[in-house]
């Protein structure tokens, strides 16, 4: 669940400046028209891509590029290093249709490191290859080759949760326009990047009398169950202006928490919820891995001839490797959580190995593990069952512990250095430090966990911890009562900064509005600290 940084260079606005303007021509939720119904699929005219375009999973020679047509068209892409597209590099894309909701996604190779790329997406009629639709532009840095020239990105999550979705009077989802203004490298998504089990209401009244508008869409008006729905969930937020412009601009680093499928979801379950016609879980996020991998350029979704997964590394140049985790998808049922043997956990045995084995081979500086739960935030299941990683009890390990101890154990052992976690999930932002003089289990070498969020969803007031694991709470900023609207409470996101000459890395927890609510600075070549 301030400022007093660069503007983007004048390369980078100006190519937005395209993309802004033919996002606004094909508006879905431009102001005056945040309420606007999704493009009707039509046969005649030109095909046209009114969501946006998109970049994710950046490397320092890859990316992908996403892009949603009104109609069957093949995906065309252009590369080049400037706005003027002289030069440009041809990529030729999937054909679009009816099997992916009109969507795809282009893998680019042999890209430049370190550069800014300028890219086009163009619509071509597939029966008709002249007969295309207006390109939309977009733009991204490539990882950097080289470790002095740094790397800056942001991190946050929860998007359209607790009924706060789109709303036009206060401009829509803000905080995407104050994140674009800061032009960091890529952005993290932490999680619950939709909420498909959160029903959109046209108007909420606040405590205080006033009234929150939604813009509101058929798939937002029930929980998602049929893969249609899911898609439908996922183009809301693409409805919003802010959330397309940023799009265009920053690429993505995307993973998934429980609201993509269901509050609180685990393998094998059977819901006995009565909003759902549909009981098997299983069947439920199968429909929604599908249209995850539809609508975010996520590179392990999109490999052929492999399993299809979220988990993966991220190689972000010299200085950061992002280790996305998948705590969702290979956990065991929910429980009280204090079973003194564990071997599935939170991550499963297999994805334990492979998080092990890809630390093991990282030469970065810095090794982020994108979590996207808490580790010692007690995140409650109902009264008994416990849907995190800590469970209350605050002694040796047990449940889902077990895991996480033998993994901190393992970087110590192994002497693994710099390494820290970032989430998101629980609606508000606070810094746990982690130390074994602490903890009751003491074999490890202490950590920073830092916890950014929402983006666009309720404020919830802070967990309490678990000491098992020796945290410290060192800042929180968290609402006193439950479910506080976007006009209520701020928003957060966080900001990691590495600097290419001392490799420090700088973490700067943030409020929407500006403000700098707190900073810590961490040294690099440290196994803990």
Known sequence: MSYGTPSPNPARRSVLRGSLAATAALSLGSAGALGAAAPALALSGRPRAAWGVQAGDVTASSGLVWVRS???????V??????????ARRWHGPLLGPGSDFTGTTALRGLPPGEQIHYRVTLADPDDPRRTGECVT?????????????????W????????????????????FEEMRGLDPDFFLCSGDTVYADGVIQPSVTLPDGRVWRNVTTEEKAKVAET?????????????DHNVRAFNAQVPSIVQWDDHEVRNNWYPGQILDDPRYTEKDVDVLSARALQAFGEYFPVSTLHAHGEERRMHRVVRYGPLLDVFVLDMRSYRNANSPGRQGDDTTGILGAEQLQWLKRELSRSRAVWKVLAAD???????????????????GDPGAPLGRELQIAELLRFIKHRRIPGTLWLTADVHYTSAQHYAPERAAFQDFAPFWEFVSGPLAAGGFPANRLDATFGPERVFVRAPERANLSPMESPQYFGEVDIDGDSGELTVRLRAEGGTVLFTKVLRPGLVGQ
């Open 227 to 239: 893969l249609d729905e899911y898609r439908g969930n996922f183009r809301y937020n693409l409805l």
């Open 138 to 154: 977009g733009t991204f840095r490539t990882a950097p080759a080289r470790r002095r020239d740094g790397v800056r990105f942001l």
């Open 78 to 87: 252009e590369t080049a290093a400037t706005e003027s597209f002289r030069g």
């Open 70 to 76: 009104d109609r069957p068209a093949r995906m065309l």
């Open 373 to 391: 739960m808490p580790l010692g935030l007690v995140v409650p299941d109902g009264a008994a069952n416990i849907e995190a990683i800590a469970q």
């Open 156 to 175: 946050s999550g929860d998007i359209a949760g607790q009924g706060w979705g789109i709303n036009p009077d206060i401009g829509g989802f803000r905080a």
